[in-house]
């Protein structure tokens, strides 16, 4: 008898629409390097998104400008090795979304040829329309950002909650009608979201956006307490790694001291 086990069965855009048309919620996380995404999905997440947050997160800057595609590749690498199940969407960081559409064709095929994820995510939805068409007739999957886009923040003057019901409906019909598989949307009102997802037949991702959305993501780091200072209102701490690790390292510190560590069983 084989003992070896069929890998699980990969969660496609076709997995998501029917997830969504029955109602069942879409579990959405980031994920920047091999560990954490291994982990993640062997609980179960289907969307793996490696974030253009990393620059945030992981690169310790202020804002997600700076990370480059090259740094989003190197990323996405280790993600897409790491994941058996879950689908791999790939942020198109600042400013492959934003300029000359075959630059941002050629970045999405990168996702796909060098890194063995799924998907790009673009921010933008009415103005972003062509671009999306573009890279979805070229072949790859694009799920599209409405509400706030960090990439925006020096057009719009900080991180701000995004209220304008009507635009944001039409930018989501819009990314939908040029052949975005789902719709992610960030920072609204609970109304906008509910009025977003009555809108479109795509899935709705949602963070802060309320319950009424096909799924949720954030952060990891947020939710595992391994981000420091401030943590937006929508954010939920479900784990203490930050202090798990801090304790750890503390106790090796005085292990190493006071002579305890390495023990004879743990030397050649
Ligand atoms: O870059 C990112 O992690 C994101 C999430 C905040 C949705 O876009």
């Known amino acids: 008898m084989s003992t070896e086990t069929n890998p699980p069965k990969r969660v496609t855009t076709r997995t998501l629409q029917a997830m969504r048309d029955r109602g069942q919620a879409i579990t959405m996380l980031t994920a920047y390097d091999f560990p954490t995404a291994k982990l993640l999905d062997e609980a179960g997440i289907d969307v793996l998104l490696v974030g253009d947050s990393l620059a945030m997160v992981v690169q310790g800057h202020d804002t997600t400008l700076p990370v480059t595609m090259d740094q989003m590749i190197y990323h996405a690498e280790m993600v897409g090795r790491a994941s058996q199940r879950a689908m791999v969407v790939v942020d198109l960081p600042f400013p492959e979304g934003q300029i000359e559409i075959t630059r941002s064709i050629e970045a999405s095929a990168r996702v796909l040829k060098e890194t063995r994820c799924h998907a790009v995510k673009l921010e933008g939805g009415a103005e972003q329309a062509g671009r999306i068409e573009a890279i979805v007739t070229a072949g790859v ?78 952060v990891t780091h947020d939710i595992v307490g391994l981000t420091s200072g401030y943590t937006p209102k929508f954010t939920r701490q479900f784990a203490d790694l930050g202090k798990g690790m801090r304790d750890a390292a503390k106790e090796y510190l005085e292990q190493v001291r006071s002579g305890g560590f390495p023990s004879d069983q743990e030397s050649f």
């Not at 052949?179 to 037949?201: M, R, Y």
């Open 141 to 218: 999957p694009v799920m599209a950002h409405v509400g706030l886009r960090p990439q925006n923040i020096h057009v719009d003057g900080g991180y701000r909650l995004q209220r304008d019901t009507e635009k944001l409906v039409s930018d989501a019909k819009a990314a939908e009608e040029a052949g975005a598989f789902a719709v992610l949307i960030e920072c609204v009102p609970a109304s906008v979201a509910t009025a977003i997802t009555a809108a479109v037949k795509v899935p709705t991702i949602g963070i802060g956006a309320g319950r009424d959305v096909s799924g949720q993501v954030l």
